[in-house]
């Protein structure tokens, strides 16, 4: 028993390590600001969450799954990398929308660039997570990326829409986390 759960931890230990190296090949945008502050948020660090999540889950479905039905390890680490961009270009409107001043203890791309960048770099950053998840020909997970993504901004209206109102029920408080917090 021992060793089966050292072999797991490997596996997963190898597979966060394969996609923080996706992660830090950064956008590929040939636009210095989208690169730049994307894979500078990036390397910020955080916890990776989504990936560590996305790991374990297809490593415990894929031990009850055929081979032919598995996803390759490129893919796992396309759609784990993806999980952790979709999360990055969250945090750039996040920011903006809430007028932080720091991330992850430095300053946030908005002061440094501005907020029409940061936005720019955000959507970038959606944009290039469809992009990854296209060229490995993953079309059921793009479409339930733009699922989440409606999602996430449906959360984020309804929360403002809160704001504005001061007003804020038990349900709806649950409702703007599941769409906001839950849906990635």
């Known amino acids: 028993m021992q060793s089966t759960q050292f072999q797991y931890n490997s596996s997963i230990e190898n597979d966060l390590l394969a996609v923080e190296e996706l992660l830090k090949k950064g956008v590929r945008s040939q636009v210095y600001l989208a690169d730049s502050l994307a894979k500078r948020l990036v390397q910020l660090g955080g916890k990776r969450l989504r990936p560590l999540l996305m790991c374990l889950s297809y490593h415990t479905v894929a031990s009850r799954q055929s081979q032919r039905s598995r ?96 007003d804020l029920a038990l349900d709806t408080y649950e409702r703007i986390a599941k769409a906001k917090t839950a849906s990635l």
């Not at 759609?79 to 203890?105: I, Y």
């Not at 940061?118 to 959507?123: M, P, R, S």
């Open 71 to 166: 996803c390759s390890p490129r893919q796992l680490h396309t759609l784990a990398s993806v999980g952790e961009w979709v999360h990055t270009a969250t945090l750039f409107h996040d920011d903006v929308l809430d007028q932080s001043t720091q991330r992850r203890g430095e300053s946030c791309a908005h002061i440094l660039e501005g907020n029409k960048v940061a936005i720019l770099v955000g959507d970038y950053v959606y944009a290039e997570a469809f992009a990854l998840l296209m060229e490995e020909g993953l079309l059921e997970p793009s479409k339930n990326l733009a699922d989440t993504i409606k999602s996430l901004v449906e959360g984020e209206l309804l929360q403002h829409r809160q704001t504005v109102q001061r």
